[in-house]
């Protein structure tokens, strides 16, 4: 069972416009969230965080906005440049749990076309 | 966040054998954990390493399977035994910072099991 769904595997938006990436879950007990974004043949990269008593936290060109009773969240590029071209996923854990185990959605490939 | 440095990045094996896997980081860390990307897949926590006791794995990941060693608190490894095609994945080992909150990835060793 995924606990942690990203349901567009690719996402294709003109340069200069807005980028709008999903993710859900299912698990309750997720209080954190993390967007990382992945260039092939590197090591996934922190974006951006969220923790659950927060609804918006923005960080430049980068908001991730979070709707609990709804169990999903989105990460806003704005404006998404040709550099933004990666796979990004979506990661979150319960720090009640006390292993800071991160379970990742399957990702979603954003093409930011020049 | 900490430079994450892990050899080999890629490497191709004949099933039945082993490989071992290095990381190295660049400041002290607790915890270190190995995941797996398996193809199309979204990673997978293999184990937490912590300096000093065993590592604790995941359901579906034993240690006979993956064995991992802390000796301090800026290495680690992970092996991968008697492998199988099944195995070809993409390990990668990450820290935790200094609150938790974030994870930082290393780059990952892409491993093809023929």
């Keep these: 069972d995924q606990q942690v769904k990203q349901n567009s595997p690719s996402l294709s938006v003109q340069e200069g416009r807005i980028?709008?990436?999903n993710c859900d879950y299912t698990n309750s007990m997720f209080d954190y969230f993390l967007w990382y974004k992945k260039y092939p043949a590197e090591g996934p990269t922190f974006l951006i965080s969220i923790s659950s008593i927060k609804d918006k936290n923005?960080?430049?060109?980068?908001?991730?906005?979070?709707?609990?009773?709804?169990k999903h969240l989105s990460l806003h590029i704005v404006p998404s440049q040709p550099g933004d071209s990666a796979v990004y996923f979506c990661a979150a854990y319960s720090s009640g749990a006390g292993s800071y185990q991160l379970t990742f959605g399957k990702g979603t490939k954003l093409s930011v076309i020049p | 966040s900490a430079v994450i440095s892990q050899k080999p990045s890629r490497d191709i094996c004949q099933r039945?054998?082993?490989?071992?896997?290095q990381c190295q980081v660049d400041s002290q860390v607790t915890m270190m954990f190995?995941?797996?990307q398996q193809p199309g897949q979204s990673l997978t926590l293999i184990a937490t390493a912590n300096q000093g006791?065993?590592?604790?794995?995941e359901s579906g990941f034993v240690i006979d399977k993956f064995p991992i060693s802390r000796p301090n608190l800026t290495f680690s490894t992970l092996t991968v035994s008697n492998m199988s095609p099944e195995d070809s994945s993409i390990y990668l080992c990450s820290v935790a910072s200094g609150n938790y909150n974030e994870q930082f990835f290393g780059p990952?060793?892409?491993l093809t099991v023929l």
């Design chain 1, 19 to 21: 980028s709008i990436l």
């Design chain 1, 58 to 70: 923005e960080d430049g060109r980068f908001t991730v906005f979070l709707n609990k009773s709804a």
């Design chain 2, 16 to 21: 039945g054998t082993s490989l071992t896997i």
């Design chain 2, 34 to 36: 190995w995941y797996r």
């Design chain 2, 53 to 57: 006791s065993e590592a604790t794995y």
């Design chain 2, 108 to 110: 990952g060793t892409r």
